[in-house]
């Protein structure tokens, strides 16, 4: 059960994310010749105007299909569009899929009850961190390193990020910032139920609760997911993970069938889940905006691109050198996408 409910969350982010290209396009009345739900031979289908409404058989994505032919006469093919109109529908759907992420956390978030703040409730006796010149008790921190601390879980996982004794600061403190640069910050020895223990020695976790307190979390937890994905690319792009370490569709939809089978509760495991398909909707979002041929995000550089060539030269450049482009990122693309699935099938059987 819970491997279909991963394949139809893909499926849905897949339409919602086509679902943005269709909802601007018809905004600014270009032609759109066809809208599909899954793929495949269609099972039904339905003509309402210029636009073909189709059903396909397999729930696996769907498509927005707009006169894209650079040579059509007809003034309201997507080709024939204002640059900025062209920019607004083709970043549409990363918009879309950023949305359904956000959605899918409000509705998560009220049924959390208290939100953690990553306000400092007190200190352990003899932490040297609390001090007229170091933290305050109500102390609030907002920035580590210059990074925005926007959740409680933020503290470990940017404190993580390096191994330097020093940190910068910044935190909250009587309605004003206060910058705490070159602050050394290590762990210490605490004795904990007869065990000595290594931590920082700072307790923190407010509680808020109310309608601001779930808007406000449902936004943090929206852009620390984008932060998320920033983060993970970059690791990916220094060498501190490989392409062994990347999970595709195969391997997540692992992860929710595990998730959901070992959930104490079938409440406990949709929670979990809606929390996963919020975490990759917004995903989706990020990759797709990346200015790699092929995606919305390479089509968006190649579209600027192209207007500013038009501006200074006054001539259109030849669009066959932009689809070559794309081809060749296309195949790319699928050559990753199959070294992924076949990591994560070969992870399914060790």
């Given at each position: 059960?819970?491997?279909?409910i991963?394949?139809l969350?893909?499926?849905?982010?897949?339409?919602?994310?086509?679902?943005?290209?269709?909802?601007?396009?018809?905004?600014?009345h270009?032609?759109?010749?066809?809208?599909?739900?899954?793929?495949g031979p269609?099972?039904?289908?339905?003509?309402?105007?210029?636009?073909?409404?189709?059903?396909?058989?397999?729930?696996?994505?769907?498509?927005?299909?707009?006169?894209?032919?650079e040579?059509?006469?007809?003034?309201?093919?997507?080709?024939?569009?204002?640059?900025?109109?062209?920019?607004?529908?083709?970043?549409?759907?990363?918009?879309?899929?950023?949305?359904t992420?956000?959605?899918?956390?409000?509705?998560?978030v009220?049924?959390?009850g208290?939100?953690?703040?990553?306000?400092?409730?007190?200190?352990?006796?003899?932490?040297?961190y609390?001090?007229?010149?170091?933290?305050?008790?109500?102390?609030?921190?907002?920035?580590?390193?210059?990074?925005?601390?926007?959740?409680?879980?933020?503290?470990?996982?940017?404190?993580?990020?390096?191994?330097?004794?020093?940190?910068?600061?910044?935190?909250?403190?009587?309605?004003?910032k206060?910058?705490?640069?070159?602050?050394?910050?290590?762990?210490?020895?605490?004795?904990v139920?007869?065990?000595?223990t290594?931590?920082y020695?700072?307790?923190?976790?407010?509680k808020?609760?109310?309608?601001?307190?779930?808007?406000?979390?449902?936004?943090?937890?929206?852009?620390?997911?984008v932060?998320?994905?920033?983060?993970?690319?970059?690791?990916?792009?220094?060498?501190?993970?490989?392409l062994?370490?990347?999970?595709?569709p195969?391997?997540?939809?692992?992860?929710?069938?595990d998730?959901?089978?070992?959930?104490?509760?079938?409440?406990?495991?949709?929670s979990?889940?809606?929390?996963?398909?919020?975490?990759?909707?917004?995903?989706?979002?990020?990759?797709?905006?990346?200015?790699?041929?092929?995606l919305?995000?390479g089509?968006l550089?190649?579209?600027?691109?192209?207007?500013?060539?038009?501006?200074?030269?006054?001539?259109?450049?030849?669009?066959?050198?932009?689809?070559?482009?794309?081809?060749?990122?296309?195949?790319?693309?699928?050559?990753?996408?199959?070294?992924?699935?076949?990591?994560?099938v070969?992870?399914?059987?060790?």
């Amino acid at each position: 059960m819970y491997i279909v409910i991963a394949i139809l969350i893909f499926a849905l982010l897949i339409v919602t994310h086509e679902l943005g290209h269709f909802v601007a396009a018809k905004l600014f009345h270009v032609r759109v010749s066809q809208f599909a739900v899954g793929m495949g031979p269609a099972l039904l289908k339905k003509q309402k105007g210029e636009t073909l409404y189709a059903l396909r058989a397999f729930p696996i994505g769907g498509f927005c299909a707009m006169e894209e032919d650079e040579d059509s006469e007809d003034p309201r093919a997507f080709t024939n569009q204002k640059w900025g109109k062209r920019f607004i529908i083709l970043a549409a759907g990363a918009l879309m899929n950023f949305l359904t992420g956000l959605i899918i956390l409000m509705f998560i978030v009220p049924n959390s009850g208290a939100f953690s703040t990553p306000t400092f409730t007190g200190f352990h006796e003899g932490c040297p961190y609390q001090s007229e010149q170091g933290f305050h008790v109500n102390d609030t921190l907002y920035e580590i390193d210059g990074q925005r601390v926007l959740l409680s879980s933020d503290i470990s996982l940017l404190l993580s990020q390096s191994d330097s004794e020093t940190r910068d600061f910044v935190v909250i403190r009587d309605g004003k910032k206060v910058e705490l640069n070159d602050f050394k910050f290590v762990k210490i020895p605490y004795e904990v139920d007869g065990k000595e223990t290594m931590m920082y020695g700072i307790e923190y976790g407010n509680k808020e609760t109310g309608i601001l307190a779930n808007i406000k979390y449902t936004w943090n937890g929206s852009m620390d997911f984008v932060r998320m994905v920033w983060m993970s690319l970059g690791d990916l792009v220094t060498g501190a993970v490989g392409l062994k370490d990347l999970s595709g569709p195969v391997g997540i939809v692992g992860l929710i069938n595990d998730v959901g089978t070992t959930a104490g509760s079938t409440s406990a495991a949709a929670s979990i889940i809606a929390y996963l398909a919020a975490f990759i909707a917004v995903n989706l979002a990020v990759m797709n905006l990346l200015p790699i041929p092929a995606l919305d995000g390479g089509r968006l550089l190649f579209l600027v691109i192209t207007a500013a060539i038009e501006w200074v030269t006054k001539k259109k450049p030849n669009p066959k050198y932009e689809g070559y482009v794309h081809a060749a990122g296309f195949a790319v693309l699928i050559l990753l996408m199959v070294v992924v699935m076949f990591n994560d099938v070969y992870k399914l059987f060790i």
